[in-house]
């Protein structure tokens, strides 16, 4: 890659990445906390899972302007292992489906996405918009009235603003008014403080701690073979979602290898492992992110 690749891909879209890799930060904060609590750990495995992943991937990945971080689809697929082995496994798992990830993209595992129709591609979209859709029907019930008022206001926000100015994206202006209107007003509205307790340290280097052994491996090999197909699936989907709608071409077997090498390095600091998420990146692209620098700024 030559020094006007990077340049480009880098600081071609400046104030685009940073506004956008904000907007998808706050979205991350959420998300991270509830996939952790998904798979019974602590909301810092998942918020330094997502760090680790969105920083690394940002030089690692085949696909500027994608957000990768902690995922339910990974997640779900360690609710098992956490509560028969425990937390430990869970790293270990992490790291090893990271390895495997990394051999795919040796193996050149990317480009069988040529082969993927755009009618399942269609089905993909739909499907997560569902399920997406569905997960919010819980936050809706048994809340304040004003939830109801808020979701209304910021809606109009995100979809009205555009048609008056694009200079800051409409969901970071949604986010910070009606964050700034329930403070000055002390709504009684839920907060993300609300689904865990936030870390108050940086992560640290750490091995996990498990007997290396053979009957180890046999225990995390097929959760970690689960969480490499999985992630790589949704990571190489996504990417040829965000190829389409910005025009532009990828590296699927580079995608692979860096998937791997951000979740083989955030095992060892204490994260669940992740892949590439299709709403977030969608979210990027449409706020302006196009490079790299969005998905480093966002898990910054």
């Given amino acids: 890659m030559n020094f006007e690749t990077l340049r480009r891909e880098w600081f071609g879209n400046v104030r685009g990445d940073l506004l956008a890799g904000i907007v998808v930060a706050l979205a991350l904060i959420p998300e991270a906390i509830a996939f952790s609590i998904i798979a019974g750990v602590d909301p810092s495995v998942g918020l330094y899972g997502s760090f680790c992943i969105a920083v690394l991937i940002a030089f690692t990945g085949g696909r500027p302007g994608m ?3 902690a995922t339910a689809a990974t997640a779900v697929l360690m609710i098992t292992l956490v509560r028969d082995h425990g937390l430990e496994y869970l790293l270990a798992a992490t790291v090893l489906a990271g390895l495997l990830q990394i051999a795919a993209g040796f193996l050149k595992l990317g480009n069988a996405m040529q082969f993927v129709s755009r009618s399942v591609m269609t089905g993909f979209v739909n499907a997560l918009a569902i399920l997406i859709f569905m997960a919010q029907i819980p936050e809706l019930v048994g809340v304040p009235y004003l939830t109801y008022v808020m979701v209304a206001a910021g809606l109009a926000i995100i979809y009205l603003l555009p048609r008056l100015t694009t200079v800051i994206p409409s969901p970071l202006v949604a986010i910070v008014v009606l964050t700034a209107v329930s403070l000055t007003f002390g709504m009684d509205l839920r907060i993300v403080g609300d689904m865990g307790e936030l870390p108050s340290t940086l992560p640290v280097f750490l091995i996990p701690d498990i007997p290396l052994n053979l009957d180890t491996l046999m225990i995390i090999l097929p959760y970690s073979a689960a969480v490499a197909v999985v992630g790589l699936l949704e990571s190489l989907m996504t990417a040829q979602i965000v190829d389409e709608l910005t025009d532009t071409g990828s590296d699927k077997n580079r995608e692979c290898v860096g998937q791997g090498v951000a979740n083989t ?15 977030q990146s969608v979210i990027n692209v ?6 790299r620098l969005s998905c480093f700024a966002a898990g910054v």
């Fill in 265 to 279: 390095v955030t095992g060892f600091f204490g994260g669940m492992a992740g892949c590439a998420m299709i709403g």
């Fill in 286 to 291: 449409k706020s302006g992110g196009r490079g």
């Fill in 67 to 69: 957000i990768s971080a």
